[in-house]
């Protein structure tokens, strides 16, 4: 017998419940967040999918929730609904804008995915300075048909190297020193990415959107020299960012190699369409090419 059952009901201590397989309602909730993210991921990019699986956690969780935010960012801007109008785009942007700086600021949404990237972004400390230029350039694709250099360049950094950057902070677990170390490589990566969709989409964006992003390209007179010049910006930006992936951890130095390894490849299969084929069908890399790709990221992360 417990020296406690010796005493009095009204005089034994309070024994706490136990709760060890009943997590908290915030934790729950965290994880319910995140979850809703993931599926957000799963949704919409098979290529990225595929490349976070080689993320180990939290890392792998953290990234998805700042891309599935980046997501429905895109869908505000971009859903194909022609009962939208650009007000309309604009009112749900900017309710989003708002409720992720209140989440970030405050820790907790009603919208789960401004949640799960209020999550990550508390926890590296991604603040205004990245997330503002997200939601600027956001606003851009409502505002802006066609840009010239000073514009494409402040629109690629909103659109792609700040999500490259937010990223950054996460493989290296907020270490600021390391962070700014290898700012210009995690930027040069967003911005290939970012050229290279903007090929494969050039047709969609001038057709279905009215937008004409590359400066001093005329989707209506695309030619072949536009298209090596572009790819050789491109395949630069891509060594730049390979240069970084030494300095990067195990796990998510086999994510970058792969997602390196998947726009490289892109990129040769544009170098040999044709033009005028590029505004007829979006160029992509087929599965088996891609699990090769994956494969030698793999072996790559573990030297």
């Keep these: 017998m417990t020296p406690d059952r010796l005493l009095a009901p009204s005089e034994r201590p309070e024994r706490p419940r136990r709760t060890a397989f009943q997590p908290s309602a915030s934790a729950r909730y965290d994880r319910v967040a995140q979850r809703s993210a993931a599926r957000v991921i799963q949704g919409y990019s098979t290529s990225f999918g595929w490349a976070t699986r080689l993320l180990d956690e939290p890392a792998r969780t953290h990234v998805r929730n700042i891309y599935a935010l980046v997501r429905v960012a895109d869908e505000a801007v971009d859903d194909p609904d022609p009962g939208l109008t650009t007000a309309e785009r604009s009112r749900m942007l900017e309710d989003l804008a708002e409720e992720t700086a209140r989440a970030v600021a405050e ?156 726009f490289r490849a892109l990129s040769r299969r544009l170098r040999r369409t044709p033009a005028e084929d590029i505004l007829r069908a979006r160029v992509r890399v087929p599965d088996p090419e891609k699990a090769i790709v994956l494969a030698r990221a793999v072996l790559r992360g573990r030297g």
């Design 107 to 262: 820790g907790r949404s009603t919208n789960l995915v401004v949640h799960a990237f209020a999550l990550t972004a508390r926890q590296y400390g991604i603040g205004a300075a990245l997330i503002d230029p997200f939601f600027a350039s956001m606003r851009a694709d409502l505002a802006v048909a066609s840009h010239d250099e000073d514009s494409f360049e402040e629109y690629v950094h909103g659109s792609a190297e700040v999500v490259g950057l937010m990223c950054l902070r996460v493989f290296l677990a907020g270490d600021e020193a390391a962070c700014t170390r290898l700012d210009v490589p995690a930027r040069a990566l967003g911005s290939a990415f970012q050229t290279v969709n903007f090929l494969r989409d050039l047709a969609e964006d001038h057709d279905q959107l009215g937008r004409a992003y590359l400066p001093g390209v005329d989707p209506e007179a695309f030619d072949e020299a536009d298209k090596h010049r572009l790819l050789d910006t491109v395949d630069a930006d891509l060594d730049l960012a390979a240069s970084a992936l030494p300095e990067l951890p195990g796990s998510s130095r086999r994510a970058v190699a792969a997602a390196l390894g998947l």
